[in-house]
Nanobody, 125 residues
């Protein structure tokens, strides 16, 4: 059984940075896409960033492009989300996800099979 655990969330002031991590057990990330999603208070879950293992292709939501960076650590079987220039609109529960099947898309949450429990990120103004 694949299990994902996020860490690194917390409270930060606007303009600050946080680094989220996603650790996998039960299977390696290698060869599979990984995505970060978030759910702001009272809103739907939305795509944030994703990475294809093949070629390390990354993709970002427009709202975070230039501020967030997704990266992988093959040796530790982890994926990170470096978040900079945070603003209150980034406040959300952040989830990492991975999947078994190939899809050309990274942004569709329903195409992911495994999800972490989420980590809270709160950005104060």
């Amino acid at each position: 059984q694949v299990q994902l655990v996020e860490s690194g969330g917390g409270l930060v002031q606007a303009g600050g940075s946080l680094r989220l991590s996603c650790a996998a057990s039960g299977r390696t990330f290698s060869g599979y896409a990984v995505g970060w999603f978030r759910q702001p208070p009272g809103k739907e879950r939305e795509f944030v960033a994703g990475v294809r293992w093949a070629g390390a292709i990354t993709y970002y939501a427009d709202s975070v492009k230039g501020r967030f960076t997704i990266s992988r650590d093959n040796a530790k079987n982890m994926v990170h989300l470096q978040m900079s220039s945070l603003n209150p609109e980034d406040t959300a529960v952040y989830y990492c996800a991975t999947r078994d099947k190939y899809s050309p898309r990274l942004v569709v949450g329903s195409e992911y099979d495994y999800w972490g429990q989420g980590t809270q990120v709160t950005v104060s103004s």
